[in-house]
């Protein structure tokens, strides 16, 4: 897009934003000028607790739908943009309904703890909700006892079971980024920079999280790169994250863990990728894109989302 048409756009958003009363949410996974327009950005844990305590009429969404969903479950008194209908997640959709329904009746007596990475009907099924940022303390504060199942995604499944020795059924489901980084690249570019560090999403799969040097969601990735007194990391996860990484720490350097097919770019989420500075622009201005979740399916939703803010703000997370 050309530069002037961007600014045009940026300044429209601008103006849109305060005539409506609107605030932005971002991912880290999305584009670094949708960052640097946004209200507010954060991994998902921090972004539903932005999305439950704002003052704003409109909360437009650059993220996925799981994530528009949540925040219209957490203040379903506000519009809830989400400017392309069909940013979704191959995560999310790997954990239907119907099945997940029948998974809980073939394993009864279990307690159901689902990634926020669901849609609002898995959750609505769901005992209580975690995020990759406290999936471990999540399943930590349960009883010692209690069986569980985890969903949907296995790689971060069995990074919970190994941490905690807990009696966990995983449900097998996968993120197609996460599962995508190759393991041989990533040994390469640790051998070609002596001294860099490996740091993973705990949604990556096993070798690759034995390769690590540190393993966390995007916003411990983010603290952990600031804090560390290392200058190269090879970053195994969305690299949108790299955009805020640059920011804090200009000096350092950040090498984006490469995919297995060097030539598809599928380290990048392409559901992520949908929103752009325009599309934002024209949800704003025309309302649309609105995201609506039944009534029951909120109150449903609400309890397990909340049972897991309740937990991490006693945490401190
Ligand atoms: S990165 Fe993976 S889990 Fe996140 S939105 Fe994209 S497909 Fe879903």
Redesign the pocket.
């Known amino acids: 897009m050309e530069k002037s048409i961007q600014t045009d756009y940026i300044s429209g958003i601008k103006e849109l934003k305060l005539r409506k009363n609107a605030i932005i949410l971002a ?1 880290y ?1 999305q584009t670094g000028d949708i960052q640097d327009i946004a209200d507010f950005v954060g991994d998902s844990l921090a972004l539903s607790q932005k999305a439950a305590s704002n003052s704003a009429d409109i909360i437009l969404f650059a ?2 739908k ?2 528009a969903e949540t925040a219209k479950i957490l203040s379903p008194g506000k519009k809830v943009l989400l400017p392309d209908m069909n ?7 790997s954990c239907k309904e119907d099945e997940f329904r029948e998974f809980i009746k073939r394993n009864p007596g279990r307690t159901v703890v689902t990634y926020v ?1 669901t849609s609002a009907e898995i959750k609505a099924l769901s005992d209580i909700i975690c995020t990759s940022s406290n999936a471990v303390q999540i399943v930590e504060s349960l009883p010692s006892g209690e069986k569980i199942i985890f969903a949907p ?1 296995r790689n971060l499944g069995n990074y919970v079971l190994n941490k905690t020795g807990r009696d966990i059924i995983v449900w097998n489901g ?5 599962e995508e980084f190759s393991l041989e690249a990533i040994l390469k570019l640790k051998k070609e920079n002596p001294g860099s560090k490996v740091i993973v999403h705990p ?1 990556c799969e096993l070798p690759v999280r034995m390769t690590a040097d540190f393993i966390g969601s995007t916003g411990a990735l983010l603290a952990f790169t600031k804090k560390d007194n290392g200058s190269v990391y090879i970053v195994g ?2 690299p949108g994250i790299i955009h805020q990484m640059k920011k804090a720490e200009p000096g350092k350097t950040f090498i984006p863990a490469p995919p297995r097919d060097s030539t598809c770019g599928c380290s990048e ?4 990728k949908l929103i752009t500075i325009k599309k934002i622009y024209e949800s704003l201005l025309y309302e649309k894109g609105e995201i609506f979740v039944k009534d029951d399916i909120i109150e449903k939703a609400g309890k397990p989302i909340r049972r897991m803010m309740e937990i991490s703000e006693k945490l401190g997370l």
């Open positions: 991912h996974y993220g996925v799981f994530m940013a979704g997640c191959s995560l999310a959709d990475n995604d996968t993120c197609y980024v996460h949604e996860t969305e989420c392409s559901f992520m």
